[in-house]
């Protein structure tokens, strides 16, 4: 397994939560890292970007500034810390791999996704 997410579940609006995903040595290594989502009836977006390297860091506006992604090198893992959250942000959530784009077809990894519902 490449990719794989976890830490979704069910959470009040205003509430937070944290994503993570495994990735393996060699995935971690070689690609940019990345967070989508998909809500119902809805094609998969953009949420969060991350390169080890000089591209930095990349959101979408919609999550900027109640969203964090970073990674721990240790480990392999990337991270999306998720604060201030609204109901609009329920979507299964995937961590991908690829290039530093919002483009999902920029990715050629994707890890199983985990569902987030946020609640009113």
């Known amino acids: 397994v490449q990719l794989q997410a976890s830490g979704g579940g069910l959470v009040q609006a205003g509430g937070s939560l944290r994503l993570s995903c495994t990735a393996s040595?060699?995935?971690?290594?070689?690609?940019?890292l990345s967070w989508f989502r998909q809500a119902p009836g809805k094609d998969r977006e953009f949420v969060a970007a991350?390169?080890?390297?000089?591209?930095?860091?990349l959101y979408t506006d919609s999550v900027k500034g109640r969203f964090t992604i970073s990674t721990d090198k240790t480990k392999y893992m990337v991270y999306l810390q998720m604060n201030n959250l609204k109901r609009e942000d329920t979507a299964v959530y995937y961590c991908?791999?690829?290039?530093?784009?919002?483009?999902?077809?920029?990715?050629?990894?994707w890890g199983r996704g985990t569902q987030v519902t946020v609640s009113s």
């Open positions: 991350t390169s080890l390297r000089a591209e930095g860091t």
């Open positions: 991908a791999a690829g290039a530093f784009s919002m483009d999902k077809n920029d990715y050629s990894y």
């Open positions: 040595r060699r995935v971690f290594s070689s690609y940019k």
